[in-house]
Every structure is written in structure tokens, then in C-alpha cells.
């Protein structure tokens, strides 16, 4: 299938209108598929556009949306939206696997339902629509999509504040954040613990608890509701 009827099968059985379908055409073209047709332009340049303007419509939508949230909040909620895992679901809505264009060896090897390349191509896509459609275009078509999941992640249980804060550095670090007990006092039978959560060796946040659970779930919650603190986790 052609760069061309690809995207246009896309548009059709997504019912989305388009000005110019070459955008759509290059959001589908893997990295692999240019590269076997040598120099053929490729759906990165519009990834990383798609990308920001991602992040930015969300952002906004919750900033309008929850005015009883912190900066905290916001950033985490943003990140539990603006994930792999949440951008591959929307690309299995729209079966984009079944659109990408990809080099025979991706594609034989599993391409079309590597999370990675299906991510990368919802972002390629936004990006098109941008470009195509200016910023309330696609505002609309990320809203469609995201605002349940906006919607779920914002009323949901912060509880867990360690598991909160793992989620949110898992969706945009391979590494991941580590406790350390750095003090105990008081008498035995009523100790008070002060727990450290490190991230690559360095302090975040530190919290205290009359046990170690506590202390580590108290650091993580110091951590969490600092903004400062979660835009060097990004």
C-alpha cells in the first residue's frame, strides 16, 4: 500500500476531514519504511511536534478543569495521561497498526503491535492534525480520546503515594526511584523512622513515620506534591 492510500484509508475509517492528506501521509511513515526507499521522508519531525502539542493541550485542560488541584497534581495526572500505555490504547482504538507504513523487516518482525512505534505514531498523527487543522483541531481530537482517562486519572485513589510517584517515573525513565531509613529515634517500643527517596543517588525528599512504611509513604507525598521536584524526574 502507497504512502497515499494509506492515509487515506486512515481518514476515511476514522471519519476524520483533512486539508492535506500528505500530513496524514507522512505521520504514517515509519523510520524503516523511508529508510528502504532511501531518504523518503519519515513521521519524526511530526512526532516530536505532536508531542508537545500533546503535553500542552493537557496541560491546559486541567489547569481550566481541576482549579482545586496543586502544581503537584496537575504534573502527575499529566503523566499518568501522557504515557506510552495510554497512547498505545489509543492507537489499538483506532487500529493505527493496521495504517503504518513500515520496512519489511519491522514489520516482519512484529512491528505493528510494538507499543513503541504505535506511541510514537499517535504523536506523529496529533502533530499532522496541528499542522493541518491549527491547535483547536487537535485539542479536539485528543480530548475525544483522552478526556475519560483525563477524567478517571484526576478523581482517582492518591492513596498509594510510593506507587503514585513509581508510575510517574516509570512513564518517563527507565530508572526508578529507591527508599533508604536514614534515622531512627526515640525508645524501641516507639521508634520514629526518617525515610529518604533517592532517584539516581540524589535526595528528593525525605518524610517520617512511627514506622518505615509510613516515613517512605510520607517522603513519596512530600515528593509528589513538590512541582520543582516531579519536572526533574522528566
Known amino acids: ?55 500542552f493541550v493537557v496541560a491546559e485542560y486541567l489547569y481550566r478543569n481541576f482549579g482545586d488541584k496543586a502544581e503537584g497534581d496537575l504534573t502527575q495526572i499529566r503523566a499518568r495521561v501522557v504515557c506510552e500505555r495510554a497512547l498505545v490504547d489509543m492507537a489499538n482504538r483506532l487500529d493505527i497498526g493496521k495504517y503504518i507504513l513500515l520496512g519489511r523487516g519491522e514489520d516482519m518482525s512484529g512491528g505493528r503491535k510494538r507499543k513503541s512505534i504505535l506511541a510514537d505514531t499517535v504523536e506523529a498523527i496529533i502533530g499532522a492534525i496541528y499542522l493541518d487543522q491549527g491547535l483547536q483541531g487537535a485539542q479536539g481530537f485528543i480530548l475525544k480520546h483522552l478526556q475519560p482517562l483525563i477524567m478517571q486519572t484526576a478523581v482517582g485513589d492518591y492513596q498509594d503515594y510510593k506507587s503514585r510517584l513509581q508510575e510517574f517515573v516509570q512513564a518517563r525513565s527507565k530508572d526508578n526511584v529507591i527508599y533508604k531509613i536514614l534515622n531512627e529515634t526515640g525508645p524501641a517500643h516507639a521508634k520514629t523512622f526518617e525515610a529518604g527517596v533517592f532517584f539516581k543517588n540524589e535526595l528528593l525528599a525525605s518524610g517520617q513515620g512511627k514506622s518505615k512504611k509510613e516515613a517512605e509513604q510520607n517522603a513519596a507525598e512530600k515528593a509528589l506534591s513538590n512541582g520543582h521536584i516531579l519536572e526533574r524526574l522528566i
Open 1 to 55: 500500500m502507497s504512502s497515499r492510500h494509506s492515509a487515506h484509508a486512515f481518514l476515511v475509517d476514522n471519519q476524520l476531514q483533512f486539508n492535506d492528506e500528505e500530513l496524514m501521509s507522512m505521520a504514517l511513515i515509519h523510520p524503516s519504511y523511508a529508510q528502504e526507499r532511501f531518504a523518503l521522508s519519515n513521521n519524526q519531525r511530526l512526532e516530536f511536534l505532536g508531542d508537545a502539542v500533546l503535553d
